[in-house]
């Protein structure tokens, strides 16, 4: 590096990051060997040597001229010139077609040198007035054709201009490279007023959209309304059929529960009239059967039905035994009134002789010797009462009877008593009615031996 001995005709006290509106940072004179040492510059400045003819020399970085070369060429100064990209921002104003309102130009622009001899011969010294100076240049025509409400369309035909390919670039004529861009906007008042008649326009649209979200509002709370009363009704309706339904349902259930009642009822009194259907058959029959149902309901009362049955069999003969005492030794009726209640005795004595239990049927014991089935049979009148007409004539009991002879008949005439013989006068052998179809023969029979 050369030692130079004089101090520098111009120099910039900046570092990297200082900002700068001209690049040429130092401006040094030189004699004929005062490039003959390095000199102390940064590597990423450019060295701009002039001759005394008027020429320029650049050595871009790294690149720097070797002694010999500084000597032979007798160069008479050295330009060192910042190389670095340096952004700036600057706002100017621009006419519109009254002179009243202006527009207001952002312009923020980076610039950079590139051509270090271009721009040292051009001998500018401050770049942003040189880069805003050409933008004004090509603007100020532009933008007077355009109203100041009319700033978008001003900003495009002015960017539209700036940026033409025949146009050389902003900056090229003086070797430096710009990057830019242009916003035009409204003055201040022009601003106020627009936001004044926005806000107007924002609160009336408010409204507008008010009244029409309270028209939407209100049509959805009648809808609503409109809709809960619906399903009101529908509800309402399908209630009420619920409850009719309901209420036919409970009616043929009561109509139900009355049938039933009634079948019951129906069926208890029927359960009823065969209770006493029942117990009017065997109290009827009475004797052993009587006996016998209340040992089938109480078994534990056989001591007491046994000896009821006893007593109840001694005083039946008793009875009997005093009967037939007063019907044989009785003499105040005739002889064929006597018949009838004279054999009923005899039967009696007979039964009392077999020692039947009262209330057996008679196949359930001996037969006794049965009359004939012409004789008078008084089972069903009483013991006192004289027959109920005259006796009719039948043939003697010697003669002979044209009617079968029914073996059955005979075999139940048969008594216990083989031996036997009636008294004389009382003719055959005492002996009860066999069946129904007898005594009520009997009833109306003569007594053998008489003659009508």
Not at 342 to 353: Q, S
Request: charged fraction near 30%; hydrophobic fraction near 35%.
């Amino acid at each position: 590096m050369a030692d130079f001995r004089k101090p520098p005709d111009f120099e910039q006290p900046a570092d990297r990051h200082t900002p700068l509106v001209d690049p040429v940072v130092t401006v040094r004179q030189l004699s004929r060997w005062g490039f003959a040492r390095r000199a102390l510059t940064r590597i990423e400045h450019a060295l701009v040597f002039s001759t005394s003819k008027g020429d320029y020399d650049e050595f871009l970085p790294p690149v720097r001229p070797r002694r010999s070369e500084a000597a032979a060429r007798r160069y008479t100064a050295v330009y060192e010139v910042d190389m670095g990209v340096h952004p700036h921002r600057a706002e100017i104003p621009l006419p519109s077609d009254n002179d009243a309102f202006e527009f207001a130009a952002t312009i923020e622009l980076s610039w950079q040198v590139t051509a270090p001899k271009t721009f040292v011969r051009s001998g500018h010294r401050d770049v942003p007035a040189l880069l805003l100076g050409e933008l004004q240049q090509a603007a100020r025509s532009l933008t007077r054709s355009f109203a100041i409400h009319d700033s978008a369309r001003a900003e495009a035909e002015l960017l539209r201009v700036l940026t033409d390919p025949e146009r050389p670039p902003l900056g090229a004529t003086v070797g430096l490279k710009v990057v830019w861009t242009l916003r035009l906007s409204r003055d201040q008042q022009e601003i106020e007023h627009r936001q004044r008649l926005q806000a107007i326009d924002h609160a009336t649209a408010e409204q507008i959209r008010t009244e029409q979200l309270g028209r939407d509002y209100d049509a959805e709370l009648d809808r609503r309304a409109r809709r809960q009363d619906e399903l009101q009704m529908e509800r309402a309706t399908e209630y009420g059929r619920m409850e009719h339904e309901l209420s036919l349902q409970r009616q043929e259930w009561q109509q139900d529960q009355e049938r039933l009642r009634a079948q019951h009822q129906a069926e208890l009194l029927q359960l009823e009239a065969e209770k006493i259907a029942f117990y009017q058959k065997y109290l009827e029959e009475g004797g052993v059967v009587a006996w016998a149902l209340q040992l089938a309901t109480r078994p534990e009362d056989i001591q007491l039905v046994v000896k009821s049955m006893h007593e109840d069999q001694l005083r039946l003969v008793q009875a009997k035994m005093d009967l037939a005492k007063e019907l044989l030794g009785g003499d105040n009726l005739e002889e064929y009134e006597r018949e009838a209640p004279k054999r009923l005795a005899l039967n009696a004595v007979y039964e009392i002789f077999n020692q039947r239990l009262p209330g057996v049927p008679r196949d359930r014991a001996s037969s006794p010797p049965l009359t004939p089935h012409t004789e008078v049979s008084l089972a069903k009148q009483n013991d006192d009462a004289p027959p109920a007409s005259d006796p009719e004539p039948t043939a003697p009991a010697n003669d002979p009877v044209d009617k079968p002879i029914d073996k059955s008949a005979n075999e139940k005439r048969s008594g216990t008593f083989a031996d036997w013989q009636p008294p004389p006068g009382y003719g055959s052998s005492p002996a009860g009615p066999s069946s129904p179809t007898e005594a009520q023969e009997s009833d109306h029979g003569v007594p053998e031996g008489r003659t009508p």
